[in-house]
């Protein structure tokens, strides 16, 4: 579900009170469409009640009321009471059952507060109220209605929501579930290897690539058999600088030569076999031939 704002509705009428009683009972939303004025309307309805029924009952902790939306605000924000259950009264609207703290109770039985502002989730692609996320009580009955509910640094989280999406490659009516599926996938993508995996890998290929640099080197005549200890650490330290060293190396004499575990050029080994050479020894002395 996308949300497109939380909004705080606060119903125009005061709450009711029979002599000191405080109401168990109060009124959130009214049934029907909602137009505050120049406000964004939005949709109180069948539909929309069971889902904030269904998203209240799915939770293990009781909605606050606080003060004038504190709890929004991030600063101090003492309960004034607890909804305790969401009552579905029909064309009446969406009702709670509350628990009111001591404080509470006589700020009501002196009118020091009067009005009750429900915070809500709007979703988007219909414009209908579909999770209640707590209430207030104010002495600003929202005069036209109703008012953007924001944090304490004023971030417009539905513009960040619609970024994300957007970064996610997910469409503006994309669920819950899709979002969070999405963001593992590219935490942790298919053929994901742990770090110590990949770096052990990596050392692999660095490997690899240094013998073969060293390899083309030697096969081209650009350094001799003796120098092979040298040019893999230098190589390995340096494989552009080992390969501007290349260029710009004369080729050994004995064109053709290989390393020490295979054969000589089929001329060197024809002098080797005159001279009495094996090709151990051949190697090991090569450069000083």
Not at 9 to 26: A, C, H, I, S, Y
Not at 68 to 76: D, R
Not at 159 to 175: H, Q, R, V
């Amino acid at each position: 579900m996308e949300p497109s704002e939380k909004l705080s509705f606060t119903l125009e009428k005061g709450l009711e009170l029979n002599g000191n009683d405080v109401p168990e009972e109060v009124q959130l939303l009214p049934s029907g469409e909602v137009h505050p004025k120049g406000k964004m309307q939005f949709l109180v309805d069948e539909e929309g009640v069971q889902l904030m029924l269904a998203a209240f009952r799915k939770s293990d902790t009781d909605l606050v009321i606080d003060y004038e939306h504190q709890s929004l605000s991030g600063s101090e924000a003492p309960a004034a009471g607890w909804i305790k259950e969401l009552l579905d009264k029909g064309t009446e609207g969406l009702w709670a059952k509350v628990q009111w703290t001591d404080r509470a109770k006589e700020y009501l039985q002196k009118r020091e507060y009067r009005y009750i502002s429900p915070v809500v989730l709007v979703r988007k692609k219909d414009g209908r109220a579909v999770e209640l996320l707590g209430a207030a009580l104010t002495n600003l009955p929202a005069i036209d209605g109703m008012a953007p509910v924001v944090n304490s640094a004023q971030k417009d989280y539905r513009n960040l929501y619609m970024e994300a999406l957007k970064f996610l490659e997910l469409p503006e009516d994309a669920e819950t579930e899709d979002v969070r599926r999405k963001a593992e996938a590219l935490v942790r993508p298919s053929g994901f290897v742990p770090e110590a995996e990949h770096l052990a890998l990596k050392e692999t290929l660095r490997k690899y690539e240094t013998e073969e640099l060293v390899r083309q080197a030697l096969s081209k005549g650009r350094i001799t058999p003796a120098l092979l200890p040298w040019a893999r650490s230098y190589a390995s330290l340096d494989p552009e600088g080992f390969l501007e060293f290349c260029g710009k190396a004369a080729t050994a004499p004995l064109d053709g030569r290989l390393p020490a575990d295979e054969h000589p050029a089929p001329v060197q080994a024809r002098i080797n076999s005159l001279l009495g050479l094996d090709n151990k020894t051949f190697f090991r002395y090569a450069s000083t031939i």
